[in-house]
């Protein structure tokens, strides 16, 4: 998300000096007619970084590419790809490869949101975790957001060809820790019951019903899933809360969900949220979803293949 985050607000310069970048990888792997992706990785990762955006929008431009070459790795899951999917073994063209990395340059120069500016816009990209701390109190104007839907999709399994890239290009974290770590992960790790207590009481209700569930594993498995996410996404709206400034705006994404028959409704649960912490609810905006991982899985319960509807929750901090 950072190398997307920069490529989407990069200068007309930075792009300038992508290409020059990808210029000096063709000169240091030499006129080999056929190279591999390490290869190309060992070349780019000679280049001293600096333009950090020009070496973001260099490797945001492979991710279309990546997918491309994993494609023969899918499975009937359309977010998974199989099991020890590598780039390992594979031979590419030296010319075709150079001549689609220069294309997909070119290709994401359209959709960057700063085409009217041609130097861009100042920005600054900070990693962290909502759940443990977003900075110092009473420092955003606003915020716009939009966690992980309650879908159980496994979303770093699901980038995995990007991950790979970043893996010959530049840096990639512990894949399985980031996988455990993430708000709405499905493998799922059980917080302490005195979290759950902290929760509202709707939300509590809810998971009450789930875990009473007569399908096999929602005592067990799917308690823990849901009463985690709903655990993490409590941490994530008090820090949220905290750092937003006396009166400041925010805006949440969200989309609906179910468990068999019962449906979730994750709004209202961010709404609820919200209020414990001073985030007056101003209004919600519902629009129809056609895109959820449930409505392709033909074996999943009725309720869970029926259209989706997202919504967007506006709230100011009191």
């Known amino acids: 998300m950072v190398h997307l985050g920069r490529a989407r607000v990069a200068s007309s310069v930075d792009f300038a000096e992508a290409e020059e970048l990808i210029g000096t990888v063709a000169e240091i792997i030499g006129n080999e007619r056929n190279i591999s992706l390490a290869t190309i990785g060992e070349a780019f990762r000679e280049l001293p ?43 590419l063209s030296r010319c075709e490869f150079l001549a689609s990395w220069l294309r997909l340059l070119q290709d994401i120069s359209q959709w960057r949101s700063t085409l009217e500016d041609p130097d861009g816009v100042a920005i600054s990209i900070e990693r962290g975790d909502s759940r443990k701390s977003l900075g110092r109190r009473d420092a955003f104007d606003g915020i716009l957001t939009s966690p992980p839907y309650l879908t159980r999709l496994d979303y770093v399994q699901a980038t995995l060809p990007e991950f790979l890239i970043l893996k010959e290009l530049d840096a990639v974290p512990d894949m399985q820790r980031l996988r455990r770590s993430m708000l709405g992960s499905p493998l799922t790790s059980e917080r302490p019951e005195r979290s759950v207590e902290r929760l509202p009481t709707s939300i509590r209700t809810l998971l009450s019903r789930i875990a009473g569930h007569t399908s096999k594993a929602s005592a067990s498995y799917y308690y ?95």
Not at 54 to 83: D, G
Not at 263 to 274: K, Q
Not at 278 to 290: A, P, Y
Request: aromatic share 10%; charged share 20%.
């Open 49 to 91: 970084v600096g333009n950090e955006s020009a070496h973001s929008v260099a490797i945001a431009a492979l991710f279309p590419y990546a997918r491309t070459l994993l494609k023969v790795s899918r499975t009937k899951n359309p977010s998974w790809f199989k099991k020890g999917a590598t780039f390992d073994g594979m031979s």
């Open 224 to 318: 823990r899933f849901f009463s985690t996410y709903f655990v993490d996404l409590q941490a994530s709206m008090r820090n949220i809360a905290k750092v937003l400034k006396g009166g400041a705006s925010g805006c949440i994404v969200v989309q609906s969900s179910s468990y068999k028959e019962i449906m979730i409704d994750l709004a209202e649960a961010v709404v609820v949220l919200g209020e414990e912490f001073g985030l007056q609810h101003q209004s919600t905006v519902e629009f129809g979803s056609r895109r959820s991982i449930s409505l392709v899985n033909t074996r999943a319960h009725e309720n869970a293949r029926k259209p989706k509807s997202e919504c967007a929750i506006f709230f100011r901090k009191a």
